[in-house]
């Protein structure tokens, strides 16, 4: 089935570093990917999408490419602040089983002023 | 601010009580889902309504029971819970159930089983 692997946090920052947080999926036929976060106390928010190869979402300083030969969908922000502290969650949804969405682990990410 | 509005934020009951979440939305969407989430995980699907019809049960215990009324409104009714089932519930919906269609979600219900 389908699978979405996220790297274990925390991440632990410094306000204005650079920020990685790694995600890779196995799927068959041509999923679409997405990064949602979670802030503490409230729901899941959209943070970016994409749809097909090669294809970047961006949304608030954050990218992620749409990697297709290494099954991957990496979120990066050049600069994080402490505002950005959440937990960040990559998902799935296979175009070929409707809408059901296939979430990774999630990881927290802590940025320190 | 959240599209997604659920009510009420927290909810403390008892093993015997019964009580109803609710969920709202005024996008239009014509899918609608309930997920739990516990602690440090990533949510959960228990049931997606699509057109106002109950269309996947991910095998939830029967003390759970939706309803959707009408294509803005969707309900969790709990009965004879267990504290296991303590977690944040999650309501969203889509525009539909088509794959690049974004799930928008509430903020959720804490629910607590004493």
């Known amino acids: 089935g389908d699978s979405v692997t996220q790297m274990e946090g925390p991440v632990t920052l410094s306000e204005e570093a650079f920020l990685t947080i790694n995600c890779t999926y196995t799927?068959?036929?041509?999923?679409?990917l997405f990064w949602y976060v979670q802030y503490p106390g409230e729901g899941l928010q959209l943070l970016l999408k994409a749809t097909k190869a090669d294809d970047k979402g961006s949304n608030k300083g954050f990218e992620a490419t749409y990697r297709k030969e290494t099954t991957s969908f990496h979120l990066e922000k050049g600069s994080v602040q402490v505002s950005d502290s959440a937990v960040y969650f990559c998902a799935l949804v296979n175009n070929n089983a409707g809408n059901m969405l296939t979430f990774g682990g999630g990881t927290r990410l802590m940025v320190k002023p | 601010d959240t599209e997604v509005t659920q009510t009420p934020k927290h909810l403390v009951m008892g093993m015997t009580n019964k009580k109803s979440l609710k969920c709202e939305q005024h996008m239009g969407h014509r899918a609608m889902y309930w997920y739990k989430q516990k602690a440090k995980k990533p949510p959960e699907l228990m049931f997606v309504y699509s057109y106002e019809k109950l269309s996947i049960n991910e095998s939830v215990p029967s003390r759970f029971s939706p309803e959707c009324p009408n294509s803005s409104l969707l309900n969790l009714h709990l009965h004879a819970l267990q504290p296991e089932d303590s977690a944040l519930y999650l309501c969203?919906?889509?525009?539909?159930?088509?794959?690049?269609?974004?799930?928008?979600f509430g903020d959720g219900t804490r629910l607590s089983i004493l």
């Open positions: 969203a919906s889509s525009q539909g159930q088509g794959a690049y269609q974004p799930q928008h």
């Open positions: 799927a068959t036929g041509y999923p679409s």
